[in-house]
């Protein structure tokens, strides 16, 4: 269990995909700001860098298994966390397949089917399950792309990312109709284009350029009920 100060409740924030990249330095930039952090990881007993955050901070990070596309190990870590309750809820966890410039025609049924449920499907499924973990004035996000905005597709590209990001921007706005009577803060991030395994080598932006401004956006959306569309300076993203 995480510790707290005996003079005040720390907040906490529970993090899916949080092993590298944009979900291990969103949960170090927390861990700054003096959150606790619930993170996970796929199974496979491989060291991640949450585990070298764990060490750096001592008491104040839990690593959980979970990959987001199993529905037992989703039902298993909702036993888990049984009786737990989160400031935040934010579900980083994506992919994007092989062959970003095939068009959708070229896209295999298989890497359509992997993305969708990747990236659209299984992190609804996740929000569904434990959102009932989140405080009734918390918030839930999720880490979108601008790539999901139809307003702004004006170059194609990336076709099949495109389109699962897209479909999960519209799953979320679909939860946040049958939340319109909750106090809870929700937010779709897009991070910016990132140097990291999955936004390649190309990005326009490092980590550092990205992260920390996200971790602003999501910490200033608290307390401000709804449904938004954010880039990481906090602009609104066109749907």
């Known amino acids: 269990m995480l510790s707290a100060s005996s003079s005040k409740i720390v907040p906490t924030i529970l993090i899916i995909g949080a092993s590298r990249g944009l979900g291990h330095a969103t949960a170090a930039e927390f861990l ?13 007993g491989t060291r991640t860098l ?3 955050l764990a060490d750096e901070f001592k008491g104040r990070v839990e690593i959980e298994i979970l990959d987001i596309c199993k529905p037992d190990q989703l039902a298993a870590l909702h036993g888990r966390l049984s009786g737990r309750m989160f400031d935040i809820l934010f579900v980083n966890a994506g992919t994007t397949n092989r062959d970003p410039t ?9 890497e359509f089917v992997h993305l969708m449920i990747t990236n659209a499907l299984s992190p609804m499924r996740v929000i569904e399950s434990l959102e009932h973990y989140v405080s009734t004035t918390g918030l839930i996000g999720v880490m979108s792309s601008g790539q999901g905005s139809i307003g702004n597709n004006e170059t194609g590209e990336r076709e099949l990312y495109r389109g699962s990001k897209a479909a999960l921007n519209m799953f979320m706005r679909s939860f946040a109709a049958r939340q319109s009577d909750t106090a809870r803060a929700l937010v779709l991030m897009a991070p910016g284009w990132v140097r990291t ?9 490092s980590i550092e350029e990205s992260v920390p401004n996200l971790v602003n956006v999501l910490l200033s959306k608290r307390g401000k009920p709804g449904l938004q569309y954010l880039d990481y300076l906090g602009r609104t993203v066109p749907w």
């Open 32 to 44: 700054k700001k003096g959150w606790n952090v619930v993170g996970t990881v796929r199974e496979g």
């Open 50 to 52: 949450l585990h070298n």
């Open 102 to 110: 095939q068009t959708i025609g070229e896209v295999s049924t298989e």
């Open 197 to 205: 395994a999955l936004g390649g080598p190309d990005g326009r932006l």
